[in-house]
């Protein structure tokens, strides 16, 4: 039996958010809505990997963060995110998470989602993990997470299951964007959304923060709307924050966050002709990843791509 303690994090971070959006002037960027995601029986959303995405209008952003907390970047996002009062999603490290719980605490004090982003980032993904190994990795970072960020504590042991974790943010992004036909159907049994995204800043190549800046914008204004991803762990886009939030309020852009919600999605399906990028990709580095299995001693296949 799982005791699950919940704290007043959650009312101390409704509060914060009162306070912070007394703060904000008509000149902050802010958030323009909350887009409610119902994740029952599980959801796959970003146009880079899925054919089904989280419905916006025209000049719409959803934004979201990987990789993090980073001692060294994360408090610069979320001093430049607060400075516009701008919310969103961060797919935290289990890992980094456990170094830094302060950082993932804060997160949730200033009002984002921290999300799920496994708890080793293992490399080379989850697909070359035995199923039991990859879901114990994923397991232990929403532990991570629930702990540091959200203050549940497990008097009676960690939770073996993710259906027995009570997740304040139940969106799983799947590192390397490489899902697996077996995970996708535990998270859909235990109500986690998978998220890839539809737009992204490639910010894992070193460039500048104008180049960044840059990227960005010519890839948004061709999209005109999307959820971005970003990784909250890379010192140029750390830099490059403040500017890129003034510049979406001066070019008519609005935020929008996300929070966890009733029944299934809503969702917008891709346009005809939609076909996954992330496949692609991951297809053209596959035999760099055979490789470097084979390096490590990794015996077991490679798991297939889910074919739906
Ligand atoms: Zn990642």
Redesign the pocket.
Known sequence: MIKVCLPAIALLAVSFTLAQAAECGPDALGVSRTLKVGTEGGLKVGWKTYPDTLPLADHEVILTF??GPDPKTTPLVLDALKAQCVRATFFA?GRKVDAAPQLARREVVEGHNVAL?TYS?PQPTLRYMPEATARADILKGAVAVERAAYGQSFPDGDPDDLGKLKLHAPFFRY?GFADTADLNAWFAKDRVAVFSVDLWASDWIPMTPEQELKLIFSRLDRARKGMLVLHDDKPWTAAMLPKFLIWLKARGYRVVEIEAGPGHGPVEKAPPGWRSETGRTIDSIRPRWVKAAARRGVRFKVKPAPQE
């Open positions: 990987d990789d490290i982003h980032h590192t």
